[in-house]
């Protein structure tokens, strides 16, 4: 059953540049299918979740990461009688703004960038999908629905304070509202965001040898979650062990979820998709015991897991890659392909933003290759 302050396609604010519609699919499912096609979506297979790309096949990558929040958005969504293919849309399209070496990048463009705006993955995602994806030939970017778009934007809330500068520059001639939530459909995107790392960094944590299972016993959840497995099966095979013990808690997330956004939505009975934007606060959350026992969990993983001195022995050398590559073509734009390097006529403040979107479209193996071919004599450019 469709909930009454679901979005509808029907009346949806449509795409900045005006098409047909399509006479078999949704405006939605047009969004999704034009993210799942796009040359950001592809490279997302190949940069870091938390392991860098090289160090293992079987970490998650962003990719796969996207794939496991969007299956989590269509559940969600479902149960609540949202529209799935709108929060499968902004779930997939998420991360598209993430640059190589995952948060690190992030950090090290950040740092290079503040003089001329900064860089924020989300207002990154947002300028892949209106205008680095140039394949259509009447429009640059995707031309997806405004609500899509809104979710991209804003799926963690209201843009308050400073607005990062690519997104100020795109809402200037397209508002999407950035002083409002956005749709019930893109915050179960952001919570599925959540639910989905929460348990694969435990899981990808286990996978390295960061720590055990027994490490975990004396957390909040998932220390639940193992004693119940223990108890249903004792002397269970370690991987079969961890593996029960992990989808337990994954389906107490989602399960609290649920429950705490159906009591939101029952208390402040939002009559329409409108009335969520403005209510002033998401529906859409984990409760307040689970969210306080999730920063315990997340307290673990940061002094054990992204701390862990292999871990930081990698940002390093990341942080320095992506420092360099800058300072390089900020200095030198003739070092990048083509299509690039025209930047060298603009001045600083315009070069450096199609330096750092050049960066941030890197993949992680790219991005080495890239820094090993332009300081390595003995490796052919």
Same mark, same amino acid.
């Given at each position: ?225 193992? !004693? ?8 269970? &095979?370690? =991987? /079969?062990? $961890?593996?029960? %013990?992990?989808? @337990? ?82 200095? !030198? ?8 390097? &025209?930047? =060298? /006529?603009? $001045?600083?403040? %315009?070069?450096? @933003? ?28």
């Amino acid at each position: 059953m469709t909930a009454a302050f679901a979005t509808s396609p029907a009346i949806s604010r449509g795409r900045l540049f005006a098409e047909e519609d399509s006479t078999h699919r949704s405006c939605y499912q047009r969004d999704r299918d034009r993210i799942i096609h796009s040359s950001a979506f592809r490279r997302l297979k190949h940069k870091t979740q938390v392991f860098v790309e090289h160090e293992g096949d079987y970490y998650r990558t962003r990719l796969t990461h996207s794939i496991e929040v969007a299956q989590v958005a269509r559940t969600i969504a479902r149960t609540l009688g949202l529209n799935e293919e709108l929060a499968e849309a902004v779930a997939l399209a998420h991360d598209l703004g993430h640059p190589p070496f995952g948060h690190t990048g992030e950090e090290a463009l950040q740092a290079v960038m503040e003089p001329w705006g900064g860089f924020d993955h989300n207002a990154q995602a947002l300028t892949i999908v209106t205008r680095l994806e140039a394949h259509y030939a009447e429009f640059d970017g995707l031309n997806l629905t405004w609500e899509t778009l809104e979710g991209i934007a804003k799926h963690n809330g209201p843009v308050t304070g400073e607005v990062p500068a690519a997104l100020a520059d795109y809402t200037a001639r397209h508002d999407l509202e950035l002083d409002s939530h956005a749709s019930a459909e893109a915050q179960v995107a952001a919570i599925s965001d959540d639910i989905a790392y929460n348990n694969h960094d435990l899981a990808d944590g286990l996978r390295a040898g960061l720590f055990s299972l027994e490490d975990l016993r004396a957390l909040p959840l998932i220390g639940r979650c193992i !004693a119940e497995v223990d108890a249903r099966w004792p002397g269970l &095979a370690p =991987a /079969r062990r $961890e593996h029960e %013990a992990l989808r @337990r808690f994954f389906g107490l997330l989602v399960e609290d979820v649920l429950a705490t956004s159906r009591a939101r939505i029952a208390e402040h009975d939002p009559k329409d998709a409108a009335a969520i934007r403005h209510l002033g606060v998401p529906v859409v959350r984990f409760s307040e015991a689970s969210f306080a026992e999730l920063k315990v969990i997340r307290e673990f993983l940061y002094h054990r897991m992204y701390r862990h001195w292999t871990v930081q022995r990698m940002r390093r050398k990341a942080r320095a890659v992506v420092r360099e590559l800058f300072e390089m073509f900020l200095g !030198a734009p003739e070092l990048m392909p083509p299509e690039w390097n &025209a930047c =060298a /006529r603009l $001045e600083t403040g %315009a070069r450096a @933003r199609v330096v750092s979107d050049y960066i941030a479209g890197m993949t992680d193996r790219f991005a080495l290759q890239e820094h090993r071919k332009l300081t390595d004599p003995d490796v052919r450019a």
